[in-house]
């Protein structure tokens, strides 16, 4: 989450929001929210409803769920997942920075037929 915290900026430049989601309870994510000062929102999935949808993987012998990342464009479509397999496995925000590029060029062409090449 603090290399995401780092690059806001970026992300927020290519019309990008990030949302993170976590099994803490609400006033875990705000103390923590508050604490760090996290520029981006936090939302608290309890029961893993939204995490199970995307079938974010657990396993219990790595500290609990894997790190999975999504972007959904504006229409709702997801267009890029990334499901790590150990905490370590986050993508640098170098690579989510290119594909966003490559999604914001898609929505400028013309005649709507461009494809991301990521």
Known sequence: MAQLRQDYAEFQSRNAEILTM???GPNAFRRY???N???FIGMADIK???ADLYYQKVNIFKLGRMPALFIIDL???LRFS???DSMANILPNSILLDFLDVLNS???VPDGN???SI
Do not use: C, I, L, T
């Open 48 to 50: 893993s409803r939204v």
């Open 114 to 116: 461009a494809n991301p």
């Open 106 to 108: 898609e929505r400028h």
């Open 82 to 84: 990334h499901y790590g």
């Open 22 to 24: 976590g099994p803490d």
């Open 33 to 35: 929210w508050e604490n």
């Open 37 to 39: 000062q996290v520029p």
């Open 75 to 77: 229409e709702g479509n």
